[in-house]
């Protein structure tokens, strides 16, 4: 007969090679982040941030734009030459946009 050993048994099975443990959360983890983008892909998007020339300035701009559900702008929220002031210059910018 075989004497008991003095070291205990492990009961759990991942114990006994610290690789396995490694492989273990990389997956989890993995998985996690590929969940995560999932959700943020499917989040429905209502906004748009673009670099613009301004057509009222003719100066570089960033704008960020809210929009329909159909996709098309409806308002400015946000544009970069006018800072945290009310935008006042007739929202030119919604019609006619090209990318910078």
């Known amino acids: 007969m075989n004497p008991i050993p003095s070291v205990p048994i492990p009961t759990w099975p991942m114990t006994t090679n610290g ?25 429905p998007t209502v906004r748009e941030r673009l670099s613009l020339i301004c057509p009222v ?12 559900p159909t996709g098309e702008r409806m308002d400015v929220l946000r544009c970069s030459i006018f800072g945290r002031r009310p935008i ?9 946009s090209p990318r910078i």
């Open 19 to 43: 690789y396995l443990d490694v492989v273990l959360l990389v997956s989890i983890a993995s998985i996690m982040v590929v969940f995560a983008m999932l959700l943020w892909r499917a989040w």
């Open 57 to 68: 300035r003719l100066r570089r701009a960033r704008v960020h734009f809210s929009l329909a």
């Open 88 to 96: 006042s210059c007739g929202k030119v910018c919604m019609h006619a």
